[in-house]
């Protein structure tokens, strides 16, 4: 049997357990890249890349999203 394939992405609730603020403050950081971008997989799930959470965990004052040339140039 193949192994299972680890999920890439932390889910709402996974996001607000880490993140002590608001949807909105938590938006508002999102739109100025202090916060990773938020993913729309379809009407009513939203999800957040792993690797962008845990490295704003790492460093929430020093944290910048990357930019999109950045992340696929």
């Known amino acids: 049997m ?8 932390y889910t709402s ?8 603020f608001s949807d909105l403050s938590q938006w508002r ?10 993913i729309k997989i379809t009407q009513r799930k939203i999800v957040w890349r792993k690797d962008e ?3 704003w965990e790492a ?4 944290y ?3 930019s999109l040339e950045a992340a696929h140039g």
């Open 2 to 9: 193949a192994e299972p394939i680890a999920c890439k992405f």
């Open 13 to 20: 609730a996974e996001v607000s357990a880490k993140a002590p």
């Open 29 to 38: 950081l999102e739109q100025v890249g202090r916060f990773p971008k938020r």
């Open 53 to 55: 959470v845990d490295a």
């Open 59 to 62: 460093d929430p004052e020093g």
């Open 64 to 66: 910048r999203a990357p």
